[in-house]
């Protein structure tokens, strides 16, 4: 069978900040991950949505705990796939932020004699999902599930995710903080800019208030892209309206490819609190060409 006529399906995880409902409209197998709450375990995205997640989040007296999916989750999407495709391509938050990669990668051993590719965005949330739709544009394309693969390690080593971050409280509770603990003893007022470094979230700067740290953001995304045009996004944990202005700003100051504005999920909320905001894009140059790919 020729590389164009074979199927490909592209899976990811539920840290890509989209719902499996949402995966289905765009053609992308999401396997949701668990939130754990004192009363109660839910499906990020199935069962808990983002309202409901703030609400309990807020009344909660500890932190939830997110746990990846499991082997078995995986190995039964990987097997009702097969059945409809010739090669699975799965694109997985970093494994330093989830242990979400191991599951995947046992459920491909129980699956020895199919092609699965399975690759670690070393990103979060619209990172990880810009990269699995990239990947999905590729498969539509006619690439092989390995070009796919190794295209989608290209773009992770250039993917950009700045963050401002409202308060450090959940991600030093949620032990996902990285070097960023260098901010804990930094005045409250302190609005701290993070960023995805080698797939660990690692602290940029800091800045006084919170329009500071905001109007910063576009700076940084003038300093990487300048005029190029670039695939981004904007990511918000329960600060729509801050998204949105942020999201038109983006749009109207630099030449986008494709544009989208998400509100982050349970699973970033849990790690980065309410009032994360922040943007992740990558430079259409860095696409690799059909040819480098093999």
Known sequence: MSTANRKIAIVTDGACSITPAEGHDLGLEIIPIYINFELGEYLAGVNLSSDEFYRLLRQSKQLPKTSQPTAQDFLKVYSELAKQVDEIVTVTVSHHLSATI???CMA???MPDFP???VD?????MGQCLLALAALRAAREGRSGEQIARMVETLASRLELICAVDTLEYLHKGGRIGGATAFLGSA???KPILYIKDGRIEPLERQRTRKRAI???LELLEERVGSQEIHAAVLHCDAAEEARDLA???SARFNCAEMHTV???PVIGTHAGPGTLGFTCYKSTDIPSAESLG
């Not at 965005?121 to 949330?125: D, G």
Request: charged content about 15%; some cysteine.
């Open 215 to 217: 109007a910063r953001l």
């Open 188 to 190: 409250l007022s302190i």
């Open 248 to 250: 038109e700003q983006i």
């Open 121 to 125: 965005t070393q990103s979060v949330s």
């Open 116 to 118: 699965i590719y399975v």
């Open 108 to 110: 491909c051993q129980q």
């Open 102 to 104: 191991d599951s995947a």
């Open 263 to 265: 509100e982050a999920g």
